[in-house]
């Protein structure tokens, strides 16, 4: 059983071009399906409707995951089956008739100009090279609102200080988009790429933007525990993450009276009605309501 799910990754990855993150997620999805299997079945084709509704219960029932995260593992199952019927290694589907659960989407939240401020602010009480890439990275995120994979997929040739523009490029369909960079953030990411980064840079044919201490380019994992350090120091909000600052930058841009079109351009969401959310999130934090899905 195991073989299947592994030629199914290779298929999503090869085939599909899911992305890495994608990747992950399905394969740790799979696996914690199978080994819910053991000791109930011996091959694929004895899995019935049944039994995955009893494991999806069984997730519910220990309240462990987030609604997101149910449907993104029964999504897992689904397409994995799907797979395995179209490449006739099964006769019938078991998630054919099988709803996805219902999602509970919270809306974004985000932080009030005082704390963004204190938290950009930060790293310049520190005189060392990585405090210089700690508020540069900070004042771009804040800057473009840029996911965390984004920012450290950037490369330093997507950066143009001339004309004020970052170059972003999706991972997972490498569509590209051309961001203004707001002058505050200007200042901070040329001292990084004139001092901290060339103190960083261990081999000069590294093209990553922002750096980690061996040289290489800084991880989402990376990413996360700078910016968690930086909300312990100032003492904001505990649940501060790199998307908090992306809330927060479309936030402020449509409390300052932006247009939703040309906040959905910068964000590069597909559809207006994911930058509508917005329009109902607080800069203190808090929202007027939530939004069921």
């Known amino acids: 059983m195991r073989d299947q799910i592994e030629r199914f990754l290779k298929y999503i990855t090869v085939e599909r071009k899911y992305s890495d993150n ?13 080994a819910f299997l053991q000791g109930h079945v011996a ?13 999806i219960m069984s997730m519910k029932s ?4 987030a609604s997101a995260t149910v449907a993104r593992k029964v999504a897992a199952i ?10 006739k290694q099964l006769e019938d589907d078991p998630t054919a008739t099988l709803d996805s659960p219902k999602v509970r989407k919270r809306p974004p939240k985000a932080i009030s100009p005082e704390d963004i401020e204190q938290l950009l602010s930060e790293p310049a009480r520190e005189k060392s090279t990585k405090a210089l890439r700690d508020r540069a990275l900070l004042e771009l995120l804040y800057a473009t609102g840029l996911r965390a994979t984004e920012l450290v997929s950037l490369n330093v040739d997507d950066i143009n200080l001339a004309s004020a523009t970052v170059r972003v490029t999706r991972p997972r369909d ?3 988009r051309i961001i203004p960079i707001h002058e505050r953030a200007l200042e901070p990411v040329q001292e990084y790429l004139e ?10 044919g590294e093209p990553a933007l922002f750096l980690n201490h061996r ?5 989402r994992q990376g990413l996360w525990l700078i910016v968690k350090h930086y909300v312990r120091e100032v003492g904001i909000l505990p649940n501060v993450t ?3 600052l992306r809330h927060t930058f479309a936030a402020h841009l449509l409390d300052n009276k932006a247009g939703l079109e040309y906040v959905q351009q910068i964000l590069g969401h597909t559809n207006i009605s994911t930058t509508q959310v917005y329009t109902q999130v607080s800069t203190s934090g808090t929202t007027d309501k939530d939004i069921s899905a």
């Open 195 to 204: 001092r901290g980064r060339i103190e960083l840079l261990h081999d000069a």
């Open 62 to 65: 220990k309240q462990e995951y």
């Open 22 to 34: 994608t990747l992950i997620a399905y394969g740790n999805d799979l696996s914690q399906f199978l």
């Open 242 to 244: 790199p998307h908090t």
């Open 78 to 87: 689904k397409s994995f089956f799907h797979w395995m019927v179209e490449g």
């Open 215 to 219: 040289g290489e380019r800084l991880t």
């Open 174 to 176: 490498q569509r590209q």
């Open 43 to 55: 091959g694929w084709d004895a899995v019935d409707r049944d039994l995955i509704l009893g494991y």
